[in-house]
């Protein structure tokens, strides 16, 4: 089992759309735990963070359940700027660990 | 501020041929890694470096993969021989540390490496 699962997707939607990312973990001993963005080509990019409480920044939501070791993405109104793939990052001892990404596109 | 600096960007060799990969990162990061990321994939850790000091290399095939970062600061992979299945973009990032709560890894453009 891989440490971090995610839907690989595709997701493809029209503009405007709510779409939802879920990632699991399989170490309880996970630390932090992140959402990265990466474009076709270019390097991984810092997203946000997930906290227990949940917090959202702009259009994104994201979620955390420590007991069921269960990380969500949540975008709303999604834009046409938002077609990437979307990494869940945990930190384990240390060392963040991605899962395999889940690619969205955001078609007119 | 510049960011992570890598190079090259791309490099096509044969087989069995040896190949190095440079990394510069972010001025006053202590924390270096270097992830491989193949088609369609996450990007998978190689290695972790505190300073100068390799902490985590359980995942580099060290039959082949080797690394160093001299000083603390710049760091270097090679792969000697390459085999056709190292066909990847090998991604350099840095951080300012391992505290709980910071996330942030900055990475460079990555180097793409094609072995024939």
């Known amino acids: 089992r891989k440490e971090v699962e995610q839907d690989p997707g595709p997701f493809n939607v029209p503009e405007g759309a709510t779409v939802a990312f879920n990632c699991t973990y399989s170490n309880s001993a996970s630390q932090s735990f992140f959402w990265y963005r990466q474009d076709c080509r270019k390097e991984p990019k810092l997203l946000m963070s997930?906290?227990?409480s949940g917090n959202e920044d702009g259009r994104f939501t994201a979620q955390l359940n420590r007991a069921s070791q269960y990380i969500s993405l949540l975008i709303r109104d999604s834009k046409l700027s938002d077609s990437a793939t979307y990494l869940c990052v945990v930190k384990v001892d240390n060392d963040m660990r991605f899962g395999a990404g889940t690619r969205l596109t955001v078609k007119p | 501020e510049a960011g992570v600096v890598q190079s090259p960007r791309y490099k096509i060799i044969e087989k069995k041929q040896p190949v190095a990969f440079w990394c510069n990162p972010i001025?006053?990061?202590?924390?270096l890694y270097w992830y491989l990321q193949n088609l369609g994939q996450g990007p998978e850790l190689l290695i972790r470096?505190?300073?100068?000091?390799?902490?985590?290399d359980s995942q580099l095939p060290k039959d082949r993969f080797s690394a160093e970062r001299l000083k603390g600061v710049d760091s270097t992979l090679k792969i000697q021989p390459a085999e056709l299945g190292d066909s990847a973009v090998y991604l350099c990032?840095?951080?300012?540390?391992?505290?709980?709560?910071?996330?942030?890894?900055?990475f460079g453009e990555g180097s793409r490496l094609t072995v024939l």
């Open positions: 990032a840095s951080s300012w540390g391992v505290a709980i709560g910071a996330g942030e890894l900055f």
């Open positions: 470096y505190e300073n100068e000091e390799a902490v985590d």
């Open positions: 001025s006053g990061h202590n924390t």
């Open positions: 997930v906290y227990s």
